[in-house]
């Protein structure tokens, strides 16, 4: 089964940074798209921001050149850079890693708080 941990969320102030760590395990990490996606409160879950297979990234328009996405092969770590925080940015942010096998298979880490204060 496959495994997903985050790490590195907390309270930072307006103009803070944060760096989330997921560290993924079980899985053939080369294969398998990831991603970064949270969810604020009375809100569904939206994308923040994915590393592809390829090499090339994705982010929200709300996140783009303030947020940064990376991976690390060797380790099998994913790793999301947050500066410029804005209190919308508030929320459970969610580890994803999806394999695409003709099927979609999508796995979820548990979730770590952020909560940036005004």
């Known amino acids: 089964q496959v495994q997903l941990v985050e790490s590195g969320g907390g309270l930072v102030q307006a103009g803070g940074s944060l760096r989330l760590s997921c560290a993924a395990s079980?899985?053939?990490?080369?294969?398998?798209?990831m991603g970064w996606y949270r969810q604020a409160p009375g809100k569904q879950r939206e994308l923040v921001a994915t590393?592809?297979?390829?090499?090339?990234?994705h982010y929200a328009d709300s996140v783009r050149g303030r947020f940064t996405i990376s991976r690390d092969s060797a380790k099998q770590m994913i790793y999301l850079q947050m500066n410029n925080l804005k209190p919308e940015d508030t929320g459970v942010y969610y580890c994803?890693?999806?394999?695409?096998?003709?099927?979609?298979?999508?796995?979820w880490g548990q979730g770590t708080q952020v909560t940036v204060s005004s």
């Open positions: 079980r899985m053939i990490f080369s294969r398998h798209e």
């Open positions: 590393s592809h297979t390829n090499g090339t990234t």
């Open positions: 994803n890693g999806r394999l695409t096998v003709g099927l979609v298979y999508d796995y």
